[in-house]
């Protein structure tokens, strides 16, 4: 996660060279996507610890990246309104935070979190510390963010989509969450539905809206296809 933040640091340093308030905006994002991280956690199953001998280890360390996500898009806004930016910066987040997220998920890997299903042995499954094979969630997430990464390097060179690559990363990324959770080890709270399938939806549903709103904007703003 540090490793994350640091090189969300040194990108966005770059950027706000072109106008300060572009700090107050990355200021923003870091400290609304802490809180949504840990807010959607305890709402998906850190509550379960309230009580229990390492609570406050627990409730400390807990955190989600869809959680994340969330507050960081909600405060990203509220801080562009308040400074007055009108531009778009999802396009640049949308290069930073896989690159955070694939960072964030080699630390899940080597502490042995956020594991998926005790499944039969095969060629892709991974042996956790007791030494069952288990669905290798931390490397498939790592795989995804990799070819995210990929396409949005591609699509910024071609001049595709401009202004909507955050919303792009948003829906795919919900969508792979919801579909990915169900492979995932993590306790259910509506039906078979964990809170991460809930907070994925969130997730999906706002670069839904987002993409929406913003390409009714185009015309007006930016055209649609390169002149």
């Avoid at 107050?24 to 400290?31: D, F, G, P, S």
């Avoid at 288990?134 to 591609?154: D, G, K, Q, S």
């Amino acid at each position: 996660m540090l490793a994350g933040i640091v090189v969300s640091i040194c990108f966005w340093s770059r950027l706000a060279r072109r106008d300060d308030r572009l700090l107050a905006v990355y200021a923003a994002a870091l400290i609304g996507a802490f809180l949504g991280a840990k807010a959607v956690y305890f709402f998906a199953e850190g509550y379960r610890h309230l009580g229990a001998s390492d609570m406050w280890l627990q409730l400390a360390t807990g955190k989600t990246i869809l959680g994340g996500l969330l507050g960081g898009y909600a405060a990203v806004e509220m801080a562009k309104r308040l400074v007055g930016f009108r531009g778009a910066t999802g396009d640049w987040f949308a290069t930073i935070v896989p690159f955070g997220i694939i960072l964030g998920r080699v630390g899940c890997w080597f502490h042995g979190c956020c594991q998926g299903k005790v499944c039969q042995p095969s060629w892709f499954t991974v042996t956790d510390s007791a030494g069952s094979a288990r669905w290798p969630c931390v490397p498939l997430e790592i795989l995804f963010n990799l070819v995210m990464v990929a396409m949005f390097l591609l699509i910024r060179r071609v001049g595709t989509w401009p202004g909507q690559h955050f919303h792009i990363y948003l829906i795919a990324y919900g969508g792979f969450r919801f579909l990915h959770e169900f492979l995932r080890e993590a306790p259910a709270v509506i039906g078979p539905f964990t809170g991460y399938q809930i907070a994925a939806l969130a997730v999906a549903a706002l670069g839904m809206v987002g993409f929406a709103r913003r390409q009714n904007k185009l015309p007006a703003t930016i055209p649609k296809t390169p002149a």
